[in-house]
């Protein structure tokens, strides 16, 4: 994301993923690349279909390997190279250098057990500390993410908790291992407005303190504004624009990320329509040759047939349109 | 002129637990609700999970009977009806949920969907029946040959334009709204809100919309009721109450909505979560996260009272509420340009009529 910066810790070049049974795979992420430097959060943004789930889940490993293929020019976290690990050194990994954080926390915390056993029990499994030193982190772990009464919740099974409250206990058992690289999907979009910022502002803080390397996969634009540094934005398996968010959000260029700015109702005027992207995101496999947003694009041209490259408009600012910038002439 | 739909006082309890399960509890998720809704007007009754605002939807249809309060519809109590007669005056007051996957059956074609209410009800007869459902296509967006399809065949928000389709079949005067846009992707979420809005311009149709997306509600209500724990908590036409909210939970809501055009969030969160429903409060439900609560507010509950004409706010300081930051979209930059552009563009080959994708 940032050419100026020489070492990003997370480093994905030209990254492929295809799902499905072999000789039946369909293209779900075609030539994306990313990298996050430490303490920068870099969000990947786009709908439904558009593959961003699918390249946290290839950064994290967790594609099951009969049913998908990943291929890429690079992928390294730090000095390790991640196209080279198995399933093993995929495990040490994560809950160790990597960490996630999901949509839904009630799905990813075992029901059974304690919060304060799930935590102790995820760090004890890579460090092999004892029970008592295990115990007395995962509580330093809730305190940080700001549990009240951190003492009575190490005790507290899951369901005995709040949606926000079990957010922040996934986010502890994600932290407790100090990973270099959190990954969250949605960590937000099951959460009502004020708890999602109060997760938001923790995520935010945890990243300046810790100097930990985030990346966000979100659907919300305004979630991207307020918590990201960098902006990949993905359409039908592909990035068609990145940016600084500072520049994205005065300066966007691809017409997709005009489109979904144009049909957000914030910033719309009362009383005037929104603006609807018509049609449909292609199914994979099932996209037109070239650009893969023109038969949706109010802008598409003849040339349009044509791939158009991610090309540099300005410094670390790239677009992937024939026809960007519009202009009032055009 | 009366109110199309008018409730006082409503309040409905749920008891949990009892024998087996613990002690016997009451979750109050209703107490003391009372709102108006005017003939075409758009009402938005927002607020987080739990603050009661789909109880009251469901009071409100009579999915379920509030145990105290007073429901009336087109001036008639509907507690006073007879069976007859509330079913005709149900007829009037439809329901469009969340989720169009669940309340479309899958092996029913969309024209038995459609149709079969206009029979039902006897609004047409014959071959004006399915000239009926291809008018109710179209007016959704949708081409009426979409009518011989099965829901599967319909994306996301083909069907929750389908499922306000059926409501519209009967030709009701008021939609009731639960989150109709929550589960779809922006660009699809923008056909819908932009359906009911020329619903109400068009068809003069009510709509009681709940939802917790304040954009969607700022674009489209005229009037905006906020809940919390199980009360309104503020009342006012939607302008005043997000340009100058008079209760302190509403302008945290308000302020902890993400934007765009805002950059890196830095102020402070509202801090604290809803009170547990189990509970009784002695004073204001809101003290304890409240950043203006005094000592008053812990120990006596604030009446909703009037601020200023048509605004109602339930708290001991509502005039003391600072008012939220404006939006800050400056219009001179380069992207404010383009989507200028864009949505010109885009309105010029707009496309009203679509065809099923399968």
Known sequence: MQPADPAPLLDIRDLHVALGQPGRRVPVVEGVSLAIAPGRVLCVVGESGSGKSVTAL???????????????????LGGTDLLRLDEADWRALRGSRMAMVFQEPMTSL???????????????????????????????????????????????YPHELSGGMRQRAMIAMALVGEPALLIADEPTTALDVTVQAQILALLNGLRTRRAMAVLLITHNLGVVAETADDVAVMYAGRIVERAPAATLFRDAQHPYTLALLGAMPEGAARGRPLSPIPGRMPAPGRAPPGCRFAPRCPFAGPDCAETPPLREVSPAHAVACHRAPVEAAA | MTALLEAQGLARAYVVGGGLFGPRRIIRAVRDVSLSVARGEALALVGESGCGKSTVGRLLLRLEDADAGRIRFDGQDLRALSPAA????????????????????????????????????????????????????????????????????????????????????VEPDLLVCDEPVSALDVSVQAQVVNLLARLRREAGVALLFISHDLAVVRHLADRVAVMYAGRIVEEGGTEGVFTAPRHPYTAGLIAAAPRTDRGRRDHPPLAGEPPDPLSDLAGCAFAPRCALAVARCRAEPPALRVTSPGHRAACHRAEEVPAPPAPEMAADTPLARRLDIYRRARAADAVEQETPHA
Request: hydrophobic content about 45%; aromatic content about 2%; glycine content about 10%.
């Open chain 1, 58 to 76: 290839a950064a994290m490993g967790l594609l099951e390997p009969g049913r998908s293929e990943v291929r890429a020019e690079r992928m390294s």
């Open chain 2, 86 to 169: 509330l079913r005709a005056l149900r007829r009037r007051m439809q329901p469009v949920f969340q989720d169009p996957y669940a309340s479309l059956d899958p092996r029913r074609r969309i024209r038995d969907v459609l149709e079969a209410p206009i029979r039902l009800h006897g609004l047409r007869g014959g071959e004006a029946v399915g000239a009926r459902a291809a008018e109710l296509m179209t007016g959704v967006g949708l081409a009426p040959d979409g009518l011989d399809k099965l829901p599967h065949q319909f994306s996301g928000g083909q069907r929750q334009r389908i499922a306000i389709a059926r409501a519209l079949a």
């Open chain 1, 110 to 156: 075992n029901p059974v057990f304690t919060v304060g056993d799930q935590i102790a029990e995820a760090l004890r499994a890579h460090t092999g500390l004892p029970r008592a030193v295990a115990r007395r982190r995962a509580l330093d772990a809730l305190r940080e993410v700001g549990i009240p009464a951190p003492e009575t919740r190490l005790d507290a």
